[in-house]
Structure formats: structure tokens, C-alpha cells
């Protein structure tokens, strides 16, 4: 379907190629003065140089050719030279007719569908989720279902961290607590046994016990790097152990990640790209790209017009260990290898962004990824607390995903309680679907790359430019619709009529917007693009909803009309919830 901004751009260009001018310059924007009009066409403004003519008399000739047209309501060109629009409210409500039929609210599918791998949560196997997780999570899930949305073939890769020190801490510490397990005793045939010899919760205390160990104790490290190692190397003990804790993490990891309702396609690790380093480092020796610089293998990636150092990429460390940037390229290998993909997006701490930097040069250099293939890093800022420094439990800990959620869940609880309108069997269901809108929306509606605070009150709250808020605009249109079915009214087919007031034309142009508002929002990787939109959205309705009396009103054309309105804008919040990775409840 046509996006009604297309169709406008198109009678514009005619209206300038009938005028005698180039059609190219008839190219219409939402107005950004709202006040005025509600589109603008600045195209005289620009023709004017190329016609050497006054702008005005150019924006007067193709006024008055766009007046022709039935699709406006008011055409004026004024001073220096723009055309001010407003669009005809019956072509307005039709327009919305067949929006509201179409599957996809009026956005066709990419003509030319990517294949495109977003590499996103990132968690480390063994060590609980955190509050620098959950951006990861909750950007790259809401960018892979807006990818879906527009016809695109997206897959989600978690790139579970399974292959640093942490596997070989967690295996010392375990030989330290439990010295006669089999795993250790080099000269055990097997089979090893079935079960775990730890539950999530016990490797969740000996991690953090084995990294702090090592930070003081030296020689201990140095067994857990050597027990890192000989993992890397294939210790059948070992094996089994790290076996036992990918079992035990995942498990927990999926579990917590489906409480965020964040999905991914792909369980693929670190480990899994081992296998193509040794050819991938043979290939970049042999075509001279990787070179020995003290012991270690690097390949350089400063480029002249550098303002800051971009250290080289080192492959190899000086005892032949690979590196975190070592496995990221290999991973690039399998990607390629197994899905050919358009693009590879990392949504990753920003912090990060540097290595990024380097994988990407170091990819294209070697010639690792097509010329055409788009390689692309969206670094997030750090989430705060209202200290403004990264967000902590109340003592001081480091925030655990878990908790977090409990904790947000507990405050929606007590809110919808409060409010009494669901019946406590609900509450606690509905505090869960709640509670999510106010974490994800809390960091969508931010700036991904920009720092944000985690504010728990301000998230939580019913009133202002929130999740719940948004949430309770959807649940009081379903109850307006409900009722009006109950009351026998139906939604299918109605006409929908020219906008009646000014406050519903406001609404009407507001939904019109959906389509381009996802297409930007999808080619700026930018989520908070669709919380701004509904938040306006949702503003315009409840507007519209104060100054109307919908379900007492006595013609029931109109009456149906403002219903299958509501049923559209209904459908647009709703759908885009859904690309930010959230829903409604049916009541709250
Ligand atoms: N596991 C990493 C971390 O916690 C993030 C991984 C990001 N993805 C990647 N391909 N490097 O920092």
C-alpha cells in the first residue's frame, strides 16, 4: 500500500512539471509548524535558484495546480516561497479505511529482503545476567522484530561468552571445594556423570569468589589460566565440567530471558568459531597481512586519516592464545560461511566500540567479508542510577536482572492494586506485563547511544511519557471497544467519516504517520523513534477521547465511524509495542 506522504510527493511533482518546473522538487514533509498547516513543500525555494526566478511566483504556479486536486483541503503558497498544505478530510478518512485493512498498517514489504544478523544480549556463560545486559537485550530484540516487520530476514545470535578466564576460575575454584571429583584426576577414563556436580545457584557464588581470589592471590590465577588453557586444548575433564556449566547457565539464561520476552535464533558461543581461527590466521599470514610483532601475530588497522590511535589487531598472543577480537573475527568466518549475510549489527556497550573498530577494519582488509556486506556497531550507553552512576542494588552490589524485575514487578503490583480494578487473581499477571513495559520502554525511549537513568518512580508511573502510561491509553480503547461490541455494534467494514473536529483530525494525522515512522525508525536502528511516535499518538487520543462522548453519541454512522478510528489507532499502538518487545494486558 502506498504511504499517504508517497502519494502526496507524486501530486506535488506533478504539480510542478505541470507548472513548468522539474518534478523532483515537489517533495512534501510533515509540517513542523503545526500550527499553520500540516504539511509543507519547500521545492519553490530550491527551483528558484536553479529558474532564477522569485519563489514565490514559482510556490503561486504550483499552489495553484495542487489546488486541483481533491486530496487537499487548503493550498496557499506564502512568503519567501513555501506551500503551505492541509489535507482533505474525506480523503484523510479514506485513506485510514484502507490502512485499517491492511495487514501491515500500510507498510509493504522490502522489496529486496536483508539478511541480517544481530549479534545482542552478549551474556557470559556463569556469571548472572546483569543490569548491562538487559540494554543489549532489549535493543537488539526490538531492532530484530522491526527488521521482520519491514520483510527482512533477521537473526538473532545471543554470542554467548563461554570460552575466557571465567571457565577456567570456575573449574579451579571447583578443584579448591571438591578436589575428588572425577573431572580432575587426569588419568579417569570415564564416563563422567550425568548430573551436574552444582546448581545454578552454587555457580553463581563461585564465580565471584574465583575472580576475586585471583585478584590476590597470583599463584591461583596462574592454575586458572592454566586450567583456561587446557580446556582450550580439549582436557576431557575439563570437557565435561565446562559441558556441566554450559548445561547449567543456559538453562537459567533462557529462563531469564524469556521473563524478558527476548528470543534469539541462535545459541551460538564463543567456542563455536574456534574451529576456523587456525585457517583464518593461515590465510591473513600467507597474504601478508598478519605479521609477528614481539611474539605476538597483529595485523594493522590505523588508516591516515585517523584523529585517534587505532591500535593494531592482535591475532595471536606470544604463547599462542587467541583473543576476544581473534574470536569475533572467526565469527565472522562462520557467519559469512553459514547465512551470507547483508549486514552484521553488534548491539554492544559503547564502551566497546573501539575493538568494533578494529574487528571491522581488520574484516574488510583481509578481505573477510564481501565489499558490499554492511558491518555496523550500535553502542549503547550505560544505564545509571539516580546517583548517576551505574545502576546498584540499594547496598551497593551489582543489580541482578532478576532482581530487578522482581523489584519493578513488586512496585506495579502495589500500583494496580491500589487501583483496584482488577481482581486480585489478575494483579499479579498483570503486574508482570506492566512491569515489563516500564523497564523496556524506560530505556527505549532514550537515545540508545546516550547514558540514561533508571528511574524506578518515574518508570513505573501511570501519568507522563512511560510504558504503563502507554500501556493504559491501549487498555481504555479495548474496554471503549468492548463495550460497543457487547452493546451489539461491530467494527468489521465500517466507513470511517471526515474527521468531525479539529482534535480528530490531529488523531487521524497522527495515524497516518505509522508507516514512515517504522520505515526511519528501522533505517536509523533507532526504537526510541516508535516511543515518541505513540507517545504522541496516545497524547492526540486521550485528547480526543476527553472531548468526545464516543459510546453515547446517537448516529451510529458516526458513532461506528469514531469506533473503527479507535479500532485502527488500537491496532497501531499495539502493533508497535510489539516491535519495542512488549504487550498489553486486556485490563488494568
Ligand atoms: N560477552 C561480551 C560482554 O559481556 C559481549 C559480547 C558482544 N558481542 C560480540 N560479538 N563481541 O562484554
Redesign the pocket.
Known sequence: MKKLIEEMNERAAQAFERAGYDPSYGKTTVSNRPDLCEYQCNGAMAAAKAYKKAPIQIAEAVAAELKKEDMFEEVSAVKPGFINIKLDRGYLARYLMKMGQDSHLSVSPAEEPKTIII?YG???VAKPLHV??LR?AIIGESIKRMGRFLGHKVIGDV???DWGLQMGLIITELQERKPELPYFDASFTGPYPEEAPFTIGELEEIYPAASARSKEDEEYRNRALEATHQLQEGRPGYMALWNHIMEVSVTDLKKNYKKLDVEFDLWKKESDAQPYIPDMVEKMKEEGYAYEDQGALIVDVSEETDTKEVPPCILLKSDGASL?TT??LA?IVERVKLFDPDEIL?V??KR?EM?FVQVFRCARKTGLVKPETRLSFLGFGTMNGKDGKPFKTREGGVMRLERLISEINGEMYKKIVENRSVKDTDAEKTAEIVGLSAIKYGDLSNQASKDYVFDVDRFTSFEGNTGPYILYTIVRIKSILNRYLEEGGALENSEILPAASEGEKTLMLAAVRFGTMIENAFEEKAPHKICSYIYELANEFNRFYHETKILTEEDPRQKASWLALLELVRQILETSIDLLGFSAPERM
Open positions: 549479534d552478549g551474556p557470559n548491562g545486559h543489549s554470542h554467548l561468552g576476544y574470536t569475533d565469527t553488534y554492544v556497550d566497546q575493538h
